[in-house]
């Protein structure tokens, strides 16, 4: 069990039951020329979350937990986007329109791909989702209980949008859930640390958040301990040998 120093307190997890969800690392909400810029944001808010997103993937990768990257995105004829969706506000592009990165939030348009940081690897699962919450609409839940996982590590954007409504969806399923600090991010920093605050209140209403120092130093203590039973033979091995 590897323990992290978190908030309301610690979160506890298995490597093997444990998936990573990293939600929307994608062009469209993170590059000028997206969707995040129509709808009249900086996206420069996002670029330090690339880094940190990746370190994350990477360290969970490493330990054997599952990673799971959601990805935004509507069919080329709009089918699964409700006109509500599409219609909504005053963006300088709408969904499906053309935009510097091809068809906005549009699968397979370049700008609905993932940042090249984040690129998902052999043995990651994708999952498309029509949706803010990447439960609805996907096949997301049978993953996750194909595989038997109980918890899930959460980074991406954008904290208030997507990543709390995927966060709240999977706690209302039953999954213990932590939102690593620095892996997440907003245009808006006042709507990031909120939903922080949201989701760590009341005891953990929603899950736990972390520091991405805290994920890493868990993951090193981890590791230490590996090579130190590897180290050091067991009862069973001394008297194999005497
Ligand atoms: C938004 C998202 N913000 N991935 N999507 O529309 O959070």
Redesign the pocket.
């Known amino acids: 069990m590897i323990q992290v120093d978190a908030l309301p307190g610690p979160f506890e997890f298995e490597p093997a039951h444990t998936a990573l969800v990293m ?2 690392m994608q062009r469209d ?1 993170i590059e000028p020329g997206g ?2 810029a129509a709808l009249g944001n900086d996206v420069s808010l996002l670029a330090p979350v690339v880094p940190a997103a990746a370190e994350l993937v990477a360290l969970c990768r490493a330990i054997g937990v599952l990673v799971v990257h959601t990805q ?1 995105c509507h069919r080329p004829d709009l089918s699964d986007c409700p006109p509500a969706k599409r219609l909504r506000g005053k963006p300088s592009l709408r969904i499906g329109d053309p935009g510097p990165m091809g068809r906005i939030l549009i699968e397979g348009e370049p700008g609905a791909g993932f940042v090249p940081e984040l690129m998902p690897q052999p043995g990651d699962v994708v999952i498309a989702k029509p949706g ?1 919450g990447a439960f609805y609409g996907t096949r997301l839940a049978e993953v996750l209980q194909d595989q038997q996982i109980t918890r899930l590590i959460f980074g991406g ?2 904290t208030e ?3 709390q409504t995927t966060m709240r969806e999977a706690n209302d399923r039953g999954y213990e859930c932590l939102l690593v600090e620095e892996a997440t991010g907003s245009y808006f920093p006042q709507f990031k640390a909120a939903t922080l605050a949201m989701i760590r209140a009341q005891g953990g209403i929603v899950g736990w958040t972390a520091s991405l120092r805290a994920v890493r130093a868990a993951l090193d203590f981890a590791r230490s301990g590996e090579s130190l039973s590897f180290a050091l033979p067991n009862e069973s091995n001394q008297s194999k040998g005497a």
Do not use: R
Request: with cysteine.
């Open positions: 939600i929307d909400f969707f995040g935004e803010k954007v954008t949008v997507c990543v």
